[in-house]
């Protein structure tokens, strides 16, 4: 166990970061099995070089007033509206067609974002459990499921499904599934993999802090750590294999989502675009909402905070 003890500083000494290490003589052995299975994982390099970003970053947003870049906005300049003349519904079904043509060639997945919990909604299951239909109360991935379901089937070809649990869902997710025999698609044709979890630091510090004296504070690295958790899972592998190009990616609680949705795949591919967003104009300037926005030419969100 010393021997250990010491691989440990000699990874956390490089980093200023012994003091995790300050009980471990009050520590079970089972303790210091957890402790050291997570301080083992981290990558402590790139943790340090994501709180210097930050700490660049938060310099720079003080530097220029957030006001004074949201009076730079401007539309984005490669926006689709709905369809509000001859010329524009022309626009929507030459679409539709190129995004059928993708959908048979099999060049589509969907991926689906399924890691919260129902604690909001007063459920203590997956939020992708819980009974959204107001009638049959189908639930949400019941209902995006069978969107997948129904578009592979139509397209004459399978549309393999990523989804995206966490380590709090990712068991009752797969025998959710498993009990509603996949909701009709191919078990073969889905994919469950889980976030990575990334650890809890000190702001100022950028010190790693602990949930209790035997181990770290962590929590899901969401949406921003998908691709990192893709490529852990092998699933990039199995995209390439399979000829993918593109991914519908949604999020579990959003039952208004067309899954791969044909007249959206078929602007994004004709206008070669590397990422593309549905979005709806807010109610009034007072919504709590993010904004999609160009500015100084570059395309990004304004969030409402």
């Known amino acids: 166990m010393n021997d250990l003890l010491e691989k440990l500083k000699s990874k956390l000494e490089a980093h200023g970061q012994t003091h995790v290490l300050r ?4 520590l079970s052995a089972e303790q210091r099995r957890r402790l050291a299975r997570q301080i083992d994982s981290l990558d402590l390099k790139r943790i340090a070089a994501l709180w210097a ?7 720079q947003s003080q530097g220029e007033d957030i006001s004074e870049l949201a009076r730079r906005a401007k539309p984005p300049a490669s926006i689709v509206r709905l369809p509000g003349t001859p010329v524009q519904q022309e626009d929507w079904k030459r679409a539709a067609r190129i995004g059928e043509e993708l959908l048979k060639a099999g060049r589509v997945g969907a991926l689906l974002v399924a890691g919260g919990q129902g604690t909001r909604l007063g459920f203590d299951k997956p939020k992708g459990e819980f009974p959204i239909g107001p009638v049959s109360q189908s639930t ?6 069978e969107q997948v379901l129904a578009r592979s089937r139509r397209a004459g070809k ?3 499904y990523f989804i995206m649990t966490s380590d709090a869902t990712h068991d009752a997710t797969v025998a959710f599934f498993t009990e509603q025999k996949f909701f009709g698609l191919p078990s073969s044709d889905v994919f469950f993999f889980e976030q990575g979890n990334m650890p809890a ?3 100022a510090t950028g010190k790693l802090l602990m949930a209790d004296m035997g181990s770290l504070s962590t ?7 998908m691709l990192a958790a893709l490529a852990k899972a ?6 390439k294999r399979r000829g993918i190009d593109f991914l519908h990616y949604h999020q579990v609680d959003n039952p208004t989502a067309i899954v791969c949705d044909p007249v959206f795949l078929g602007f994004h591919a004709e206008r070669e675009a590397e990422m593309s967003i549905k979005v709806v104009a807010k109610r009034s300037a007072g919504e709590r909402m993010g904004v ?3 500015v100084d030419g570059r395309t990004q969100i304004i969030e409402y905070s």
């Open 23 to 26: 009980s471990w003589g009050e």
């Open 53 to 59: 970003s930050r700490q660049h970053s938060g310099q």
């Open 140 to 145: 949400l991935f019941r209902i995006l499921a």
């Open 158 to 160: 399978p549309i393999p």
């Open 201 to 203: 630091v000190d702001a």
């Open 219 to 225: 929590s899901p690295d969401g949406h921003g750590g």
């Open 234 to 239: 092998g699933l990039l592998d199995e995209m």
């Open 292 to 294: 999609a926005v160009d």
